[in-house]
């Protein structure tokens, strides 16, 4: 059964740090590409940051590029993101999700993980 | 980037009764757009990629169509455990991948 299980969200003020975990089960990790996709309260889904299966090809929405760090490690099976100088608009709540392919991601196969609630505040 | 508008914001539609939800793209993605599903304090779900492919476990009366830049999703008798909000997405030209604002499909 795939599991993802995302952790280490929480509050920050507003310029602070968080590390964001995603532990994979289930499946192959190193075969697919995973991302970040973000929901602030009560509004749509906002894709964050993707990185390819290998580890070895990133990318970023403009409104975190600079700021985010996508990686993964993969005999953890785990993916992480590094959110510094965060700001109130970062606010959300932060899923992971794998792809279709090793590369592409394209889109969120099921199942996704729960979630984990980050907010920005001072 | 390409910008994806959903139509209607809101829906009122009775069980039993044909949903039609609607995307647009700013520019054409062909066929690359998927759909899903969020029920409230949950994580959304994968409904149709590739414009017309249910994912598994999707029942058939969810159907998606389109190519290009206009797209639908219907269903085709709506069930209570149907009404949600449904999100479309392309995947064509990226980054970033883009979704649309939402439908929220209610009982009428």
């Known amino acids: 059964e795939v599991q993802l299980l995302e952790s280490g969200g929480g509050w920050v003020q507003p310029g602070g740090s968080l590390r964001l975990s995603c532990r994979a089960s289930?499946?192959?990790?190193?075969?697919?590409?995973m991302a970040w996709v973000r929901q602030a309260p009560g509004k749509g889904l906002e894709w964050v940051s993707t990185?390819?299966?290998?580890?070895?090809?990133?990318w970023y929405a403009d409104s975190v590029k600079g700021r985010f760090t996508i990686s993964r490690d993969n005999s953890k099976n785990t993916l992480y993101l590094q959110m510094n100088s965060l700001r109130a608009e970062d606010t959300a709540i932060y899923y992971c999700?794998?792809?279709?392919?090793?590369?592409?991601?394209?889109?969120?196969?099921?199942?996704w993980g729960q979630g984990t609630l980050v907010t920005v505040s001072s | 980037e390409i910008v994806m508008t959903q139509s209607p914001a809101t829906l009122s539609v009775s069980p039993g009764e044909r949903a039609t939800l609607s995307c647009r793209a700013s520019?054409?993605?062909?066929?690359?757009l998927a759909w899903y599903q969020q029920k409230p304090g949950q994580a959304p779900r994968l409904l149709i990629y590739?414009?017309?492919t249910r994912a598994p476990g999707i029942p058939a009366r969810f159907s998606g169509s389109g190519s290009g830049t206009e797209f639908t999703l219907t269903i085709s008798s709506l069930q209570s455990e149907d009404f949600a909000v449904y999100y479309c997405?392309?995947?064509?030209?990226?980054?970033?991948?883009?979704f649309g604002q939402g439908t929220k499909l209610e009982i009428k």
């Open positions: 999700a794998k792809g279709e392919f090793l590369d592409n991601w394209n889109y969120a196969r099921d199942p």
């Open positions: 289930g499946f192959t990790f190193t075969s697919y590409a």
């Open positions: 990185m390819s299966g290998r580890g070895g090809t990133t």
């Open positions: 520019q054409s993605v062909n066929i690359n």
């Open positions: 590739g414009a017309s």
């Open positions: 997405q392309q995947y064509n030209n990226w980054p970033p991948y883009s």
